[in-house]
């Protein structure tokens, strides 16, 4: 992690090292990871304040400088001046592992050095990377102190430092120490290290950024991947070469499967059937026995792991042409199709908060409109939904991305009685607030918009699919088309097997921290060395166990965001809505946040969370396409066949890729594009 360089001492004085506390978690059903790898937050009334104190120096004071000096330098000429400083900072890392005798680690530091400042021109370029494969250490004299056996001590937070600790603190008076800069001590000298303090600290803005947009509470993950970071240093988990493995586990396996491809199509199928639907499940079987689900696109070399893990391959989807620039994310003089975005917002419910979208339009004012809506949990940031519109957008369409309903910025602009969830209603608000963004932008732009296509993904589809079965019945959209990606045909389903991943951390109870921190170490790797990795390996370097942890924990705290939201949970001080969110299961909350306040009966419940409830629309209309896979692992094949035969030719049905774990093919790809090119010929 970057050290700061501010070193605020007399914080020192305020604190002491005070041992913590156990607490009674016995009766959460998921683990507070915030605890486990920090425990007792003992000046968590301060440090909330506190943190939104820094929240606003940035904003006001940091940022701005940061802005400034993006604008001056272009990406290239930052990237060349962080190496330099990264190389001047080898005495730390050196001294750092001299401390932890780590020798070997020692010598592949001093090889780098040596051979950066010389062919590297001081460090500009990185030789001992790209031709030798010797990578940068995350060593400082903190780690090393951790490696000794210090303990972390109370944490706290300071200013502009945010989080740290007394160990923290000691360790980077030390990291000045062993810093060559410190001793040279002239006004150019000055200048220069406050140039390198902020080009490396102006990398941190993004991070920050996505942090503040995309958490209804960013103290508290940010104080999560505080203690799991310190954690993943001391167990010197950060030193596994994730590339390498990668590379060497990757070459093993394709030898593997070149040998047994059927075998291993076989076994990625699902063969446990079950369904929530009330009927007989034999006569449902006896029903679809003639329903075929063979694919429509078949991923060539697509080698399975687990549904879980090949999940988490939508990680690879990507188009560098989404944030491609000259230079930095924070400078105006961006103009990547990532910055070009504009933003915009609509008022869903008086007295609440105005909800921002994005959007982007095409000269030609008579242009298709594109709605893109993300994923479970997802705001109008994420990455995913940008690439998508990039898709639409070079079709000739203007798009708009609106965050999933299922998302705590959504839920705090609407009225405080709107629970999200049920897809009916939820397809209902997308409804309300999809048609208040239209009309503002037809207004301000003059902009007509008489075709559009909705597009979601997972949660977000089976919603568009409920909208469009709504607009089937009564049409207040105009001429419009739909395309889902991945939805739920039985929510209470896929609920279920989200909450049942999610309960395996407990086989991990003993180990739990162990697993967790050396997870969110390969995750790290992974987007740190992202270039280094050929991607038509076709391989996560996850184990079914790591998907599992990686998932739930990121499907649990889109939950926990959505409640946070809407208990009106406070940022600047202590509650105990953590107390509740770390027992509550996605069934739990759908119990108390929906079922309970709710006039619907259970049945009338059951049967407004599947896609079979809307089946007269499916089968009727041909303004839809659905993508799925056979192996998706928050459906069953009955289900699969039971959707077969309601939308028939509107259904495309991939052979692998679990659940959007295909986004990244080329397969795909080009099947979405015709679609949408197709699409737009037919509005």
Known sequence: MINYKFLILVILICFTLLSSQAVNASDYKYPDYAYEFLGLDKHENFNRKMFNFNRGLNKYLIRPIHVIWASILPQYAMDRINGVSKNIEYPIRLMSNLVQKDFRNAGNETKRFLINTTIGLAGMFDPAKHILNIYISRDDMDKALSRRNIKLGNFFVAPVIVFTSPRDIFGRI??????????????????????????????????IYIVEASYADPYEITKTAFGIDKYIKMKNFDRVNIVSEFRVK???????????????????????????????????????????????????????????????????????????????????????????????????????????????????????????????????????????????YDSGYSVV???????????????????????????????????????????????????????????????????????????TLGNTQYIALCPPIDLFYSLNQVDKFADEWQNFSDDLK?????????????????????????????????AKLITSFIMHQKLSDVIFTIENAPTNKKSNVYDDINKMSYRDYFNKYIKNNSDFDEKTLEQGVGLISISDYLKTANN?????????????????????????????????????GFTYRSEFQTDLKNTINQMNYDL
Do not use: C
């Open 624 to 660: 839809y396409k659905i993508y799925h896979t056979k192996n998706d692992y928050l459906i069953n094949s009955t289900q699969l066949k039971q959707l077969k035969k309601i939308a028939g030719d509107n259904l495309i049905i991939l052979n692998n890729g679990s659940h959007l």
């Open 514 to 546: 162990d697993k967790v921190a050396y997870a969110s170490a390969k995750l790290v790797n992974f987007y740190l060395n992202g270039d280094d990795i050929d991607y038509e390996v076709n391989r996560m370097p996850f184990d079914e166990d790591e």
């Open 174 to 207: 030390l990291d000045t120490a062993f810093n060559p800069t410190t001793y040279i001590g002239s006004p150019i000298v000055a200048i220069v290290k406050a140039g390198m303090t902020i080009n490396e600290t102006a990398y941190w803005q993004t991070l």
């Open 250 to 392: 990757s070459e093993q396996d394709d030898k593997l499967h070149k040998n047994n491809d059927v075998k291993l199509n076989v076994s990625a199928e699902i063969v446990k059937d079950s369904t929530n639907i009330e009927n007989d499940e034999t006569e449902i079987k006896q029903d679809l026995k003639n329903v075929s689900i063979e694919p429509n696109i078949v991923l060539a070399n697509y080698y399975p792991q687990s549904p879980v893990t090949d999940s988490m391959r939508t990680m690879l989807l990507s188009n560098p042409d989404v944030s491609k620039s000259i230079w930095n994310e924070v400078s105006p003089w961006n103009r990547s199709f990532m910055k070009r975005l504009k933003t915009s917002s609509v008022n869903l419910a008086e007295g609440r908060d105005n909800y921002k979208f994005l959007y982007l339009l095409q000269k030609d004012k008579n242009s298709p409109l594109a709605i893109v809506i993300p994923s479970t949990g997802d705001g109008i940031y994420a990455s995913h939904a940008m690439t998508f519109a990039k898709m639409f």
């Open 401 to 475: 991305i609106h965050g999933n309903p299922f998302q705590w910025e959504y839920v705090k602009s609407m009225p405080s009685e709107y629970k999200p969830g049920l897809p009916a209603n939820d397809a209902s608000a997308l409804r309300a607030s999809t048609n208040k963004i239209i009309k503002k932008l037809q207004n301000k732009y003059g902009y007509s918009f008489e075709n559009k296509v909705l597009f979601g993904t997972s949660l977000a589809a089976i919603d568009i699919l409920f909208l469009a079965n709504q607009e089937f019945k009564d049409n």
